[in-house]
């Protein structure tokens, strides 16, 4: 296996002259080293659908090749699954030799993109040593946040760094046409239930539009982007910041373009469920379309309202700021949970709702109102999916229950 990799590595080499823009060095200096962005596609695992990436650090002098990865976690860590619900994740960037990363990649069948960045031999050395001193095990670990400190983010950042902020400053303000919401729920969404989770719990700050540095939390974006990108030297001149390129490893999965659009499966699930619920209270005086009644209400306002206590959950007690302020909420009610005995006592044929309940279910049903009303306003969340599916039972309940 590592003879196949050296192999691989002699076939690329003519791809990445070593220092082919600048003076040969001295006898006496040590060659300043090759610094290479690493993209790996998405994976089939749901925490690899959102692609990676690293920074390869090769020795000109010995051949030798270290490749630094921001994106190590571990399952294993002191509450991990709780720290994860609150936001508080902790990463750390880990080294490694480049034949295991590849092995590990060529295992899980993903493509591995490789650019050498076209850098001077400052800015390499100085890249190296920045890679070096944050791999230290006091400095290691950082914070993890999705859309600002991921594995992407602090690649782009090392680079930006050590070419004194000209990545930023031609991709800060170049518009795109996406938000975060957009980028995350294309990604996962060849995982069905964690798509739908993840367009429900996303508030409306995950859906203003982002510039194309923001954009760059995506590892496949920040890898066209260094396509495009240019270097300015001292003396004023200019040149591709990458040196060249090559696909190191083939197969792997494709990104998905965009998410899937919801609006019509979610208008016509909301309708089907509304035109069920008054069928079943038409026919309530039969025994079976009663407790189909009684048990399909049950199960919706559970449903809603146990997401409207998640929605609460994150917003208040999580750092998930993407989250916070979520409009979901005027649809995942946890108003809904108080109609819960209202819904069980039309088991019973002669159950009538209280006023109480009535009240409960209209109030349910205009906050399902304002939440669509809300769409006409500058900033609003990218929801009208949530409505589509809610407003229709919502009001189809509080017609049901207003029976005196």
């Not at 010995?62 to 994860?84: A, M, P, S, T």
């Not at 049950?298 to 309202?305: C, F, M, P």
């Not at 906050?367 to 407003?391: R, T, Y």
Request: net charge positive; charged share 15%.
């Amino acid at each position: 296996m590592h003879k196949f990799f050296r192999a691989l590595l002699l076939v690329l080499m003519p791809l990445y002259p070593a220092q082919a823009q600048e003076p040969a060095p001295l006898a006496t200096e040590r060659p300043a080293p090759q610094i290479v962005l690493l993209t790996f596609a998405p994976g089939p695992v749901y925490w690899q659908r959102f692609g990676h990436n690293a920074l390869l650090v090769r020795d000109i002098a010995n051949g030798e090749d270290r490749v630094y990865n921001y994106g190590i976690f571990d399952f294993h860590q002191k509450n991990f699954f709780l720290n994860f619900a609150r936001g508080h994740m902790q990463y750390r960037l880990a080294v490694e030799p480049l034949a295991d990363t590849l092995a590990q990649y060529q295992y899980e069948g993903r493509w591995v993109q490789a650019q050498e960045l076209n850098l001077d031999a400052a800015q390499s050395r100085e890249l190296a040593a920045f890679l070096e001193w944050n791999a230290r095990p006091e400095n290691a670990d950082y914070h993890y946040d999705y859309f600002l400190s991921n594995c992407s983010t602090r690649v782009r950042d090392a680079i930006d760094r050590v070419t004194g902020g000209q990545l930023r400053r031609q991709l800060a303000g170049q518009p795109t046409a996406v938000s975060y919401r957009f980028e995350a729920t294309r990604l996962i969404s060849p995982v069905q239930p964690l798509f739908l989770g993840m367009d429900a719990v996303v508030g409306a700050r995950g859906d203003g539009p982002i510039d194309r540095w923001q954009q760059s939390f995506v590892p496949m974006v920040l890898m066209e982007s260094v396509r495009s990108a240019r270097l300015t030297a001292a003396d004023g001149s200019s040149r591709p910041m990458m040196r060249g390129e090559a696909r190191v490893l083939a197969g792997g999965l494709d990104e998905p373009q965009r998410p899937p659009s919801l609006r019509a499966p979610m208008a016509l699930l909301g309708l089907g469920l509304a035109a069920v619920l008054l069928l079943l209270a038409r026919f309530r005086a039969a025994a079976a379309a009663r407790w189909s009644l009684a048990g399909l209400a049950l199960t919706l306002n559970l449903v809603a309202g146990l997401g409207g206590l998640v929605l609460l959950a994150i917003w208040f007690l999580t750092d998930h700021w993407v989250m916070w302020e979520n409009r979901n909420l005027l649809l995942f009610s946890p108003l809904c949970l108080l109609l819960l005995p209202a819904w069980a006592r039309q088991f019973r044929a002669a159950a009538v709702a209280g006023a109480g309940a009535r009240g409960i279910s209209l109030l349910v049903g205009a906050g399902s109102v304002l939440a669509l009303l809300i769409l006409l306003l500058p900033g609003a969340q990218q929801n009208l999916h949530w409505i589509a599916l809610w407003l229709p039972v919502h009001a189809a309940q509080a017609w049901i229950l207003r029976r005196r």
